[in-house]
């Protein structure tokens, strides 16, 4: 009995061992990585005029009457441009740190597989990103030529115009990884890609529903929004198909 109580109690301290070292380098890890996200937040902070600038540029809102409507608007605006810039600069290095945290519990082909889509994420990432700001850019040169066509001033809320753009083109960046995360959840067997097909009119209007709830005002820019998502979605699940046709063909040549 003392032999069986004590073999228990070894495995027992293993087990609080092995958690123990796994939380601590989950900690480690993710205070690297929030050390690094307040440093990008401070930099774009110290810098938000220069983004403002790019930004005005980038959206063409010359002869917009754009206007702050509150003497402390500009620090919402600097705080705004902070965090984007820290999602933007940190978001590779959180890829890796996952990446690297979950190494040891991947076979080496996994890995390889895991880390070889790492250049397609941060691509799609600033493709959406970039996408978003496009839309955004659309929206407001329609909502200018109709002012001027209807004879309507126009004034527009710096601070809010801003923000929105960040926070619709930020979402856009992260709803880009879509296809990413399910072409690894499907070749890793998580999911199959029947069962992932039979669901893709719910998929639809979950990204609608996500995109309406974005701060904009006009339908058109959610539908806009939501398209490529779907497109994302139906060209992952044909490049899926195509890659479990080529692997059935090298098991059956083998």
């Known amino acids: 009995m003392e032999n069986i109580a004590s073999s228990d109690t070894s495995q027992l301290n293993d087990l609080i061992s092995n958690y123990s070292s796994i939380l601590k380098e989950i900690k480690k890890r993710f205070l690297f990585t929030l050390c690094f996200f307040a440093a990008c937040v401070i930099l774009g902070f110290v810098f ?16 917009i009457n754009i206007v702050f409507t509150s003497p402390f608007q500009f620090i919402n605006l600097a705080i705004s441009c902070g965090i984007v810039t820290g999602l933007l600069l940190v978001f590779p290095l959180l890829i890796y740190q996952i990446l690297s945290f979950l190494k040891p519990a991947l076979r080496d082909k996994e890995y390889k597989m ?13 493709a959406g990103f970039s996408f978003g700001v496009l839309v955004m850019k659309w929206q407001i040169q329609l909502f200018l030529s109709k002012s001027v066509s ?11 115009l801003i923000s929105t753009v960040l926070v619709v083109s930020a979402f856009m960046g992260i709803a880009f990884q879509f296809p990413i995360v399910i072409l690894l959840l499907l070749r890793l067997g998580v999911i199959k890609h029947s069962q992932l097909a039979k669901q893709r009119m719910w998929i639809y209007l979950g990204s609608l529903i996500v995109t309406i709830l974005l701060p904009l005002d006009s339908l058109i820019a959610d539908a806009l929004l939501t398209f490529p998502i779907v497109i994302l979605f139906e060209a992952t699940l044909i490049l899926n198909r195509i890659l479990e046709k080529k692997k059935t063909a090298t098991l059956a040549s083998i």
């Open 150 to 160: 209807l004879g309507i001033g126009n004034i527009l809320d710096i601070s809010k």
């Open 48 to 63: 938000y005029e220069s983004i403002i600038k790019f930004l005005i540029d980038v959206l063409s809102l010359q002869g």
């Open 114 to 126: 895991l880390f070889g889509y790492l250049p397609f994420s941060i691509i799609l990432f600033s």
